[in-house]
């Protein structure tokens, strides 16, 4: 168990609809990522927060949004969805958005999300 | 071009014995970690071993280990006295270092397949 905790766990939805996706990262982390894992386009880098801020983006879609609350949990919001949408989603924390081992980033267990 | 790269197709190997899956990467940075994490077939992505590029001795985590050849930008993962839990899809990952824009995201390789054989 990495202490990242992902809900919910599976999720079925149709075209054209709107899914949020939650996260609290291990206690004491502050940085969280987000990552899509699809069989076309393998593990992909969202987005990252730390400490409440918006620090990096990487290939994540208009469609989609994210934030960290204060009590750092994070939220991805997912809208108009289509069915190349669907795929694994993760998020990991990590202690600090620095370097060094201290950084490792650590996985939820993920949701699973199927768009019909 | 590929940053991570993971070649071999499926790997298999026999109970009790090592095995080693490649992974070569390819930045233009002298301060990056290496990574390397495990997928068993329920989904979870789950951290292994990590090697700082300025760290002198291969990192060693219980049966896992990193041969890290720096100047071959390689970064294997040696898993001595398989066991049938060590079934998986293993990914190499690369965070890259610091410079202006830099950010701590990973870049993921493609995987391999590991099947151990009882």
């Known amino acids: 168990d990495s202490g990242v905790t992902q809900t919910p766990k599976h999720l079925i939805t149709a075209t054209g609809q709107r899914v949020t996706l939650r996260c609290s990262p291990r206690s004491g982390d502050l940085s969280v990522y987000w990552y899509q894992q699809s069989l076309d386009q393998g593990l992909q880098f969202l987005i990252q927060?730390?400490?409440?801020?918006?620090?990096a983006k990487g290939n994540i879609l208009e469609r989609f949004s994210a934030q960290q609350f204060p009590d750092l949990h994070s939220e991805l919001n997912l809208s108009s969805l289509e069915l190349g949408d669907s795929a694994l989603y993760f998020c990991?924390?990590?202690?600090?958005?620095?370097?060094?081992?201290?950084?490792?980033?650590?996985f939820g267990p993920g949701t699973r999300l199927t768009v019909l | 071009a590929q940053k991570i790269t993971q070649t071999q197709p499926g790997m298999f190997v026999q109970e009790k014995e090592a095995v080693t899956l490649d992974c070569t990467y390819d930045t233009s940075d002298q301060s990056y970690g290496l990574f390397w994490y495990k997928q068993p077939s329920s989904g979870e992505m789950i951290f292994l071993i990590y090697?700082?590029?300025?760290?002198?001795q291969n990192a060693t985590e219980g049966r896992y280990s990193l041969n890290f050849q720096k100047a071959r930008k390689s970064a294997n993962l040696v898993i001595s006295a398989s066991q049938l839990g060590d079934s998986a899809m293993y990914f190499c990952?690369?965070?890259?270092?610091?410079?202006?824009?830099?950010?701590?995201?990973?870049?993921f390789g493609k995987g391999i397949t590991l099947s151990v054989r009882p």
């Open positions: 990952a690369m965070r890259e270092g610091r410079r202006p824009g830099a950010n701590s995201k990973l870049t």
């Open positions: 927060y730390y400490n409440g801020e918006e620090r």
């Open positions: 990991a924390s990590s202690s600090r958005q620095g370097l060094g081992a201290a950084d490792t980033q650590y």
């Open positions: 090697q700082g590029s300025y760290d002198e």
